[in-house]
């Protein structure tokens, strides 16, 4: 496999702690010197949980100081990385999920991109991803937008062969946890596949037996914090699939409102 071009030198803040460590074994020795050396640069993280202190620069966290190209292929490796623990939950590893995977990346990055990150899936599925350490990372340089969006993926291909197993459930709410999304949020977006009144009001974040008024204020709230202009740096194709998501939250407010009659 060659050094996976559509990685390269624009790795951004994964290029330090856990999935620095594991992408530069995956992608071997080209992609790894890059990696070393981006660890030496002082404030950094060397893979140890050190860092250095030369100069006082410290490393910047919710992807500050990062460009739009660093933190998109930051975030699908980050997604590479943690779709394999969801793959693998169930002990299977289904076609329609590897599909899933490799339709994200291919229409990001092209067929040879699409390639090269099947091959580094397959090797990542032959082996444990600690999801908390990685999670951990996620949690500190990725901003709470681009995670709550990285989640969706993640349940997406969860139920790219159907219905999720208790133990992908389990595993997505593992990761929701590490990578530090809310309970609720997480909740949300795993409604979002499900199509009932139930659902609809889970979606929201409300219960049942919310006012009208709190359906409404809910609404605006959770269109708010999923608007896809907060994920735009990830790119076009980001954004869309973060459109698809707006769009579930619309839909859940329908179903809810033309169940109570609501104008």
């Known amino acids: ?58 490393r910047p966290s919710g992807n500050r100081g990062y460009t739009a190209s660093e933190q998109r292929n930051s975030f699908f490796v980050s997604l590479l990385v943690l779709s ?54 996620i949690a500190a340089n990725m901003n709470y937008s681009q995670r709550l969006q990285l989640f969706h993926y993640l349940v997406q291909i969860a139920r790219a062969d159907g219905d999720f197993s208790d133990a992908e459930r389990s595993v997505l709410e593992v990761i929701a946890t590490v990578i530090r999304l809310s309970k609720s949020d997480a909740d949300s977006v795993l409604a979002m596949f499900k199509k009932d009144t139930n659902a609809a009001y889970a979606v929201l974040e409300i219960s049942p037996f919310a006012t009208d008024d709190e359906v409404r204020t809910a609404y605006r709230r959770m269109a708010m914090k999923n608007h896809p202009d907060k994920v735009a740096t990830l790119g076009p194709d980001v954004q869309k699939a973060a459109e698809e998501k707006f769009r579930k939250i619309q839909e859940a407010y329908e179903t809810i409102k033309k169940q109570r009659g609501m104008n």
């Open 84 to 137: 394999s623990a969801v793959i693998k939950a169930d002990g299977k590893v289904h076609p329609a999920e590897l599909d899933c995977v490799r339709d994200f990346m291919r229409r990001n990055f092209g067929e040879q991109a699409a390639t090269e990150a099947m091959q580094m899936l397959d090797k990542l599925n032959a082996q444990q991803v600690n999801i908390y350490s990685v999670g951990d990372q």
């Open 1 to 58: 496999m060659g050094a996976a071009k559509w990685i390269g030198g624009l790795l951004g803040w994964v290029s330090w702690g856990p999935i620095g460590a594991l992408i530069g074994f995956l992608l071997g020795k080209a992609v790894d010197t890059y990696i070393d050396m981006a660890r030496r640069i002082p404030g950094t993280d060397d893979g140890t949980g050190q860092t250095g202190q030369a100069g006082g620069w410290q």
